[in-house]
């Protein structure tokens, strides 16, 4: 695998990597015999290699707004902001790989995405997941995102979904999700019902609707009291620890610091 990437970045030929050869590099390639290219000692670690793909992400949000599959990112509020996004390199996914945290903030509300993307040298650049950037990563694979709205009933308390890496199809799969009722909100919900005072035992003015991800249907279902909360979030949660995300700013010498030099046009 490293020498097929060694010699996809020596040649120019780059599929995945596209935009990300030096023009040493394609210089080299072009005086070098191509069985002599083959025989050539891998020129870039696994992990080089990783983060000159995920460089080559961050060029093309950078420079044309767009992901990795061509979709385009939310510019409403001016492509000269893109410096006001982040991103970071964590393995929180838990296999002992990088992966690339993209926090796109700097939108309409609408337009406010994060994403994580993971890699590997046959399928390239694959998408873990995408959700409202409002991600809290967990040292067990598991990661928290807070709604992007908290306008129902659940006053002190901010809905949530949870999700939990999945190895075998490599993306994130949904938990499931928790709103919440808090009679100081309101002491009759939208269809006039009153609080479950009976169901509120600890007598704290909340309880909690827990939406799994394997349920259909809304708010129909029975509202639990915090200790069934808590017991459904600890039993996902299992003493995992929060995992420090050390983001930085979408500038060019940030991106540029992966390895991947900035493309000289697009
Ligand atoms: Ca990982
Ligand atoms: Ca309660």
Redesign the pocket.
Known sequence: MKRHVAILLCMGAVIALGGCVSKTQEHAAAEQPVEEIKSAEPSVTEEEERRLAFGKVLWDVYQKGVLPDGRPLDQSLGAEFVVDNEFALVDVDNDGEEELLLFWENACMAGMMGFVFGYDGEMGIREELLEFPTLTFYDNGIVEVEASHNQGLAGAFWPYSAYRYDEKSGAYQLLGSVDAWDISVREENYEGEPFPTD?????????YYIFPADVTGGYDMSAV??SSYEEWRNAYIDGAEEIDIPRQKMTEENIAALGCPKPDSF
């Open positions: 169901i509120d035992v600890d007598g704290d003015g909340l309880v009291d915090g």
